[in-house]
């Protein structure tokens, strides 16, 4: 569906079950380049960042089979892996990068075209390369490609400048094979880093202080590491979602599968707002009624609100009562959404990395489009609040991350439907 039509809907009632989280998922199926034999992954979002990763590790030699009706992705590392990735894939998803720390543990070198992703403007790899040439990988970069190469990756003590996930990643992977001990320091500590530590850990890596800004690990022996089945962490990005939706229309949703712990921040700011946060051992049931209150934001790395979250929260702050400021701490240009939801009549000045949000009482329809996969979900949610029928075209975006958004939306009362 390449435009659907969202209508104001009443109040979402009922209960939605959390799909397993993309920017987990993506770095899980890599950690089939490190060891020969059948590897499962359960809890697959069904996306289509999902089907570009299976195909750019189709490329390397991984044979990837998924299984919708299970959620269950098979990976199959015949030996042999390759250490080209070709660009037509990296090109699509920024976790392409994630196949440089493995390749060069696991093959020695690598070969890849820069990774794209969302556009929030410069997405830099410095840490990266800093990282990796510490362990003793040689770099030669060009504007459009990366290629390294390291035959004996040693272990080193990594300050990272800032606590970037995918470097974390990259480091993490690399030092899995490397001679001695890597300690990272000021590491992410975002729940799907920690979910593909463990990941390693069940193949029989060695690492310490997973989830903590310090991560220690001590190589292994390259083709020690064996396959394992392991469950992909719930989104809390996509839980996010249906939280908010059921906040702009004072409904009632029990998000099932929404892991509290990892979404404490922003927890703590929807009920700032207003919305009743009810947690417990199966999720999270959240209820809103009469108007938001408004609240100021800044977007941290992991356990701060993560970036992720900010569209969602711009949507609930613009039909708020009073004024928020959203600060962005992570992209600076990611606000290209505000200037749609400024079509839906929402009121919002952006000042560098700054947005000021005064709510309005009411949104109406207007034709928007998604700019990336967060902001498709955001206008989506604006949709469900706004008055008359909102356009939205874009939703190749929004299918990249979200497992069935509109049909989940549906299940809970949302009125949407595809354009004519
Ligand atoms: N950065 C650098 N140099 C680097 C690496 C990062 O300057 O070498 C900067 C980035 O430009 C950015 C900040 O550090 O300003 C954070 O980047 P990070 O490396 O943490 O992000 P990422 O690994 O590229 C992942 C998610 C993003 C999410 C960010 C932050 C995946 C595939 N992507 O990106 O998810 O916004 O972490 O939490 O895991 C999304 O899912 O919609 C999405 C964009």
Redesign the pocket.
Known sequence: MDRIVVHRSGPLHGEVVVPGA??SV??LMVGSLFAAGEHRLSNVPDISDVRTMGSLLGSLGIDVTYRPESHELILVNSGGIGSNAPSEQVES???SINVLGPLLACCGRVRLDMPG??D?G????????AGLSAMGAEFDTAVDHIEAVAEHLRGADITLD??????TENIVCAAVHADGVTTLRNA?R?P?VADLCELLVEMGARIDGIGSSVVVIEGVARGSLHPVSHAVVNDR?QAATYMAAAAVTGGDVMVRGARADHMQMFLRKISDMGVDVIPSSDGVRVTASGRLRNVDVQTL?YPGV???YKPLLVTMMAVAEGVGVMTEN??PGRFRYVEELSKLGADIRTDGHHAIVHGVDQLRGAAVVAP???AGAALVVAGLVADGRTIISGLEHVER?YDDLLGRLGALGAHIEPAP
């Open positions: 993309k920017n993506l770095k998803i920024r976790a992703g969302d929030f410069s997405r830099p790899i410095d840490m990266h390369i800032f606590p970037s996930v995918g470097a992410a975002e799907e990005i790395p993560a970036t992720d992570l992209y990336d996969i967060r991350g």
